[in-house]
């Protein structure tokens, strides 16, 4: 009796949840536009695509258009993320008078986010993610969806490179410079 008790009401928050990320998660690009390595279009699509940032402001990656952006996926849970971020600190300083920008997309709530930026003083612009963010990154030719990913955009905001795991900050030089060298 018991366990049929547990078992119901494990597929009962199971079936909410379902429900609740279903509801909540954006529109999928169509698997037509979802190849392994991103397409114009599912770049120009991303540009697109509305975040929230810790203010509670709107924004889209259109925003940084013009710009060379190292877009990283992170999350405060994620230990190599967090590893990285010095060295993604460094990389924005170093190069932004060459119209370089960090962007962070944090798949986290809010609140935790905020709180991770204020105690490490995080200096770049940080985006709060959302529950299809998995799908997105698979979309930007993260096949795994495993965090941290970046990609980097070129000036017309095509993904031009990519990286999975955490980035040294000798490989995030590597990875911008030949495209702000464009």
Not at 59 to 71: A, C, D, I, S, Y
Not at 104 to 116: K, P, Q, S, V, Y
Not at 137 to 156: E, F, I, T
Not at 164 to 178: I, N, Y
Request: charge should be positive; glycine fraction near 8%.
């Amino acid at each position: 009796m018991k366990h049929q008790r547990a078992m119901v009401m494990a597929v009962a928050v199971l079936a909410v949840a379902t429900g609740i990320y279903v509801n909540l998660s954006p529109p999928v690009l169509p698997a037509a536009v979802a190849p392994t390595a991103p397409t114009p279009l599912v770049d120009q699509r991303f540009l697109a695509t509305p975040f929230v940032d810790l203010s509670g402001k709107t924004r889209t990656m259109e925003e940084w258009k013009g710009r060379v952006v190292l877009v990283n996926f992170w999350a405060t849970w994620c230990a190599p993320c967090r590893e990285e971020m010095p060295a993604l600190q460094q990389t924005q300083a170093e190069f932004a008078h060459r119209g370089f920008e960090v962007v962070g997309i944090a798949l986290d709530n809010a609140e935790a986010t905020g709180r991770f930026v204020a105690e490490f003083k995080i200096g770049y612009p940080i985006l709060i993610g959302y529950m299809g963010m998995i799908d997105l990154m698979r979309q930007l030719g993260n096949k795994s969806g495993a965090l941290p990913y970046s990609v980097v955009l070129d000036r017309q905001g095509e993904v031009a490179k990519s990286h999975l795991g955490l980035l040294t900050l000798q490989k995030m030089r590597d990875l911008v410079e030949p495209v702000l060298s464009r």
